[in-house]
Every structure is written in structure tokens, then in C-alpha cells.
């Protein structure tokens, strides 16, 4: 298969020629069987999601392993790592083998589990992360996400286990008593609203000690959703002293910020503007975005939280936290970091396919765009321009916050191992 007229990470014209699943030659002027036009649209390296929830097992009613991942090839991901907060619980190494096998059966995106760090995600005991190393699944990524782990001895105890394979232990970072009953970001407008505020010293306090406690263990941290300017500063210093810590922006906090809660493009206190850690300030995009730039944050992790209706369009307070985003990613890293100077295509790769796949170590994603290469690759053309609507997505759940406004982009094809899950747009 050849795919024709494709800059590569936004660079001169050039065709790929695909062969068994695999970049066999990139040159001009050359010809094939099986012809894709990439009618001058950009060539990425396949993108790799560290941070999505695809709700199965148990939560069906919002998303499976199947409308995820189809979810996910319209975004231009190949790979993304399936957070442990299910029903249950990704703790064993049964739970992530039954999800690693969905991934494979659908073929629409590799699906990497994440092992939850502790039992339940209760926060007591450590889980069988060694089973899990050991699995089918070879799970390397183990998390609770969606909860903290906040006792400091289970957490130097994770980081100590996962040492033995390589693993990492990817903390979302929320003190529990600093955010209890939380509601939105704590500032200005949770004054106004007098919705109880979620202070960013909860984050920074937790992502103080963790890198503290990954330099004394020796081990590897890797902070999830960070949202707050404090939170860069302290991750800033701890990659100064050589740390081995790595941390990842959303791209809904690269973008969107806590007055939407006041007044938006779908009205106030909508329940859709609600996630955790919550929308932030000006200040706190302003820093997320330059770390971004700067090499401080490492990559863009989607945060995918599908939720079905009934979670989300109810009062403030009752409403689930979470909000969709795996094909949305590349417009809103388009718009944040792109459009804005702050980025090139190549940066976006590094920070979308490469470095993603690195923390997870798969080593056979986010690998660069040249001959012997696994084809996974995403065809992007940055000329489009669409209005978001929430039915327009191929997830099982429609809460995007990005309803009403228009984003720059569009993914054109994507092709995992060579073979197509996205044509002109649609799933092949
Ligand atoms: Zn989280």
C-alpha cells in the first residue's frame, strides 16, 4: 500500500509505501496497488494516550473496549493505556488479560491496561502488581487514578515494588481532606458561584511529596492531570535534580479554564465544565501551556471519562467529574500549542506519540516516521475547521465541552500496522 503526497510531521510532500504492517520505503513519485491520497495532509506518528477510561468492564452504559477504541482511532491514537478504575476493579492479573484481549479482538487501537496500584482502589493494601508485570498483558503503568493514593507508605511501598520491572507509578494527585466535598476549582468564581473550592495546594502538596519520595526510593513517578502553575514549578524542580519524574496536561486544561462555570457557550453551572482536577485559572493555561512547550510537562494524556446522560445533565453538585476528549485531543493541542507558536508538528509528535509510549514502554508505538517503523501513523489535515457537536463522536457518550465552539483540524485516516481504522474521516 502506498500512501501518496503526506508531510511528514508537517515537513516537504512525500509518499509512504507500507509493507506487512510496516514502513517499507518513503520517497516520491511511488506506486502501488492500493493507493491512499493523503491530499497533502500532515503525517504523525500514531498517538499514544497514557490517561483513558474506557468504563469495561462495568460500566457498559458509557463505554466499552470496542466504542472506545473507535473513539479512539477517530482521535489518530493507536495506542492507549485503559485506566484500572473499573468494575471491577483492573487489580488482577484476570481483570487486565480480559481487557488486553478486548483491545486485540476489536483491533481498532491497542489497549494497554493500567494496574490499579491498590486493592479496590481502597487505598489499604498493595495489588498483585507483580502478576500483573507478569501477565499476557505486561502491564507497566499502575495507577488509581480517579483516587490518591495518599498514604505516603503504601506510595513509597508502589514505588519500591515497581522498580523490580521497570514500572511506573502514575499518581493523580488530590490531598482528600484539602478536597473534600469540592466542587470546582477554589479562586474567584467559586466565591462568586459559592461552590466549595478545590484548592491547588491539594495537587501541589501531593506532587511535593511523591517527587520527594521518588528520589529517596530511586524510582519512577508519573503525575497525572496536572492543572495548576504550582504544581509546574514544583515538577520544574524536581527535574533540576535529575529525578526520574514525568508528568502529563490534559487537553481541556490546556484550553479551557473555571469561568466557563459562570458563563459559557451552554450556560452557567452546566454540569459538563465539571472534572477533576477541576478547570483552573488564565494563570494556571498560561503555565501549563509554556511547560508543555519547555519540555517541563511531557506529554498530553486525554483524560477520556466517558459518562452517560443521566451522570452529567443533573444539578452541579450531584453531576459525575469527567469529561470525553480522545477526538478532540489533536484540535485542541492544535489550537492550544500550535496555532499559538508554541509548538511544531514535530514537538506534537514528541508529545503526543513518542513520549507517551516511552513512559508506558510500548515498544511498538510512538516510534518516528521512518523506513523499518511499525505503520502507525495519523493523517491530519490542520486546514479544517468544525463545529463541535456532541453527537458527532464515535464514543458511547456524548459529554464534550467543547459543545458550541469551533475547533481547528481534523483527522483524515489512521492506520494501525498498516491497516486503516480511519478513512476520510469515517471508521474503515
Ligand atoms: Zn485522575
Known sequence: MIIKNVRILGGEAADIRIEDGVIAEIGTSLDGDHVVDGQGAIALPGLVDLHTHLREPGREDAETVLTGTQSAARGGYTAVHAMANTMPVADTAGVVEQIWRLGQEHGYCDVQPVGAVTVGLEGRQLAELGAMADSAARVRVFSDDGKCVDDAVLMRRALEYVKAFDGVVAQHAQEPKLTKDAQMNEG??????????????????????????????????????????????????????????????????????????????????????????PLRTHADVEALRAALADGTIDIVATDHAPHPVEDKETEWAAAAMGMIGLETALSVAQESMVDTGLLDWAGVAERMSAAPARIGRLTGHGRPLEVGSPANIVLYDPTARTEIKPDMFASKSRNTPYEGISLPGKVVATFLRGKATVLEGKLA
Open 188 to 277: 474567584v468564581v467559586s466565591g462568586r458561584l459559592g461552590l466549595a473550592g478545590w484548592p491547588a495546594v491539594a495537587e501541589e502538596a501531593i506532587i511535593a511529596r511523591d517527587c520527594l519520595l521518588a528520589a529517596h526510593v530511586g524510582s519512577r513517578l508519573h503525575v497525572c492531570h496536572v492543572s495548576t502553575a504550582g504544581s509546574v514549578e514544583i515538577i520544574r524542580w524536581a527535574k533540576s535534580k535529575g529525578w526520574n519524574v514525568t508528568a502529563e496536561v490534559t487537553p481541556h486544561h490546556l484550553l479551557l479554564t473555571d469561568e466557563l462555570v459562570e458563563e459559557s457557550p451552554v450556560g452557567s453551572y452546566n454540569p459538563i465544565y465539571k472534572v477533576n482536577p
